[in-house]
């Protein structure tokens, strides 16, 4: 097994330490060309490094030609040069050279492999598997799985102090198919009004079934209740707890006026997306919506997307009473998208108290990733010139920029060639773009890991000095 002191380093990430310590061995002879490398998860383990940092270190040894893949086999050193043949076979990568080159994806949305339960999720997989194998073959309701959407209740009332039955709530493959059954319970001849900027699927989806759709620019305490009134609007998308993409958290005298709005005209509902609430870093979360809903139009959705995996397409809504019912007589005859085998394992790692610890196990390890990434901006000459914006509330905040010579998008294609991907602020509007979210970047750190902050840093400051 390979063994190397490797230290960490301001200038110098892991990954970067380790891929020059097993260069040095393979164009010294040490390691042989054609000689198999340990598996990534075995060498992490005998450094007491992360897998992640030894991914990077052999991707980026195959790249430079040090190290070649082989199908189900591993890794092989080669010794670059015409002397240096390799003796297992290079195979054709799936995954593009730019996507590895890719130092930093602030523009991502996804979360690190690392961070998930693996262990637990495999424990109550298998035993779902031996244990409960009819249920996990049998016929899913429309709405999901009974064991799950009573978790979810519960989950509700204990984190957000949301009060929901079980049969009030559906389970979606992703926040995107729940939209679509939302559109479906309200009708497509409805005007559905969304945040300018916002979320971008929810008004295609909507467009994609016929719907008009408004957007109505939001100031820092959120969508403006009398520019709701003026639109004509009879449904709203929003994002109180965290909007996507400024940050802003909407305050509780605007959470009610949005409330009057609902309650003012028959037939208005408003959709709450909270789809990262639960990472609200510092403090306790504001009540969501629903949770101060008299008059019974508020429709509720969150996903696990951002709380266990972005791959793991479980989403969420709680209807309101009449919808719930609409959902049971028109759109019964669908079939919950997200697999029994999922379900079931989630309903029981929620029962069993693992997501709340795993929750816990979270908002510590990005707190402690987004203070190494505030500390590094601050410490910038160029960067450290900007001001940062609602960084306390989720995974992503905004970094504001002093005016500078060339565009934003200059300076995005500029960092893109560092291999770091940014998107401007203003690329979400719809509408005009004010000025005040020009020089403004969204940064989204959750899928970066932190040992290419620097880097990424330092690439940031050179693409926007």
Excluded at 324 to 329: G, L, P, T
Aim: aromatic share 10%; with cysteine.
């Amino acid at each position: 097994m390979l063994t190397y002191s490797i230290e960490k380093s301001r200038s110098v990430p892991l990954y970067e330490g380790l891929a020059e310590a097993i260069r040095q061995d393979i164009a010294s002879g040490k390691i042989a060309s054609g000689e198999r490398l340990p598996s990534k998860r075995a060498l992490a383990k005998n450094l007491g490094l992360s897998v992640m940092t030894v991914e990077r270190a052999y991707e980026e040894l195959e790249d430079e030609g040090f190290v070649v893949p082989s199908p189900r086999r591993g890794f092989f050193a080669a010794c670059p040069g015409p002397r240096g043949v390799p003796k297992a076979p290079r195979a054709t990568s799936p995954v593009r050279k730019s996507e590895r080159q890719l130092l930093a994806d602030f523009a991502g949305s996804g979360t690190e492999p690392e961070a998930f339960p693996f262990d637990a999720w495999s424990r109550i997989m298998r035993r779902e598997l031996r244990e409960n194998r009819a249920a996990l073959l049998g016929k899913q309701p429309a709405g999901g799985a009974l064991p799950l959407r009573i978790e979810i209740a519960r989950l509700l009332a204990d984190f957000h102090g949301i009060e929901a039955s079980p049969d009030r709530i559906v389970i979606g493959a992703g926040t995107e198919f729940l939209y679509g059954i939302a559109l479906q319970l309200l009708g497509s001849g409805r005007r559905y009004a969304l945040e300018d900027p916002g979320y971008g699927p929810a008004a295609a989806v909507w467009r994609n079934f016929g719907a008009r759709v408004s957007f109505i620019p939001i100031d820092r305490k959120g969508m403006p209740p009398d520019l709701l009134r003026a639109s004509g609007a009879d449904t709203v998308h929003v994002t109180p707890s965290h909007h996507f993409p400024s940050g802003a958290v909407m305050p509780i005298s605007r959470r009610y006026e949005l409330l009057g709005w609902a309650s003012d005209a028959p037939g208005r509902f408003v959709i709450e997306d909270d789809y990262d609430s639960e990472m609200r870093l510092f403090g306790r979360p504001l009540p969501a919506l629903v949770s101060l809903d008299r008059a019974d139009r508020v429709l509720y959705m969150n996903t696990f997307s951002k709380t266990l995996a972005s791959s793991i397409r479980i989403s969420w809504m709680v209807l309101p009473d009449e919808l719930a019912e609409r959902f049971s007589e028109k759109l019964a005859f669908y079939r919950c998208p997200v697999p029994a085998f999922e379900q079931y394992t989630l309903a029981e790692f929620l029962r069993l108290g693992y997501f709340e610890r795993h929750l816990h196990r979270m908002r510590e390890h990005y707190r402690r990733k987004q203070a190494s990434l505030l500390e590094l901006i601050r410490k910038d000459p160029v960067l450290g010139k900007g001001e940062i914006l609602n960084s306390g509330e989720g995974l992503h905040f905004v970094l504001r920029l002093p005016p500078r010579k060339g565009t934003e998008e200059d300076a995005v294609k500029r960092a893109a060639a560092s291999g770091v991907r940014v998107r401007p602020l203003s690329s979400f509007y719809e509408g005009t773009v004010p000025n005040e979210a020009r020089n403004c970047f969204v940064l989204s750190y959750s899928p970066v890991p932190a040992e290419s902050f620097g880097p990424a840093v330092r690439a940031l400051s050179a693409a926007f000095g």
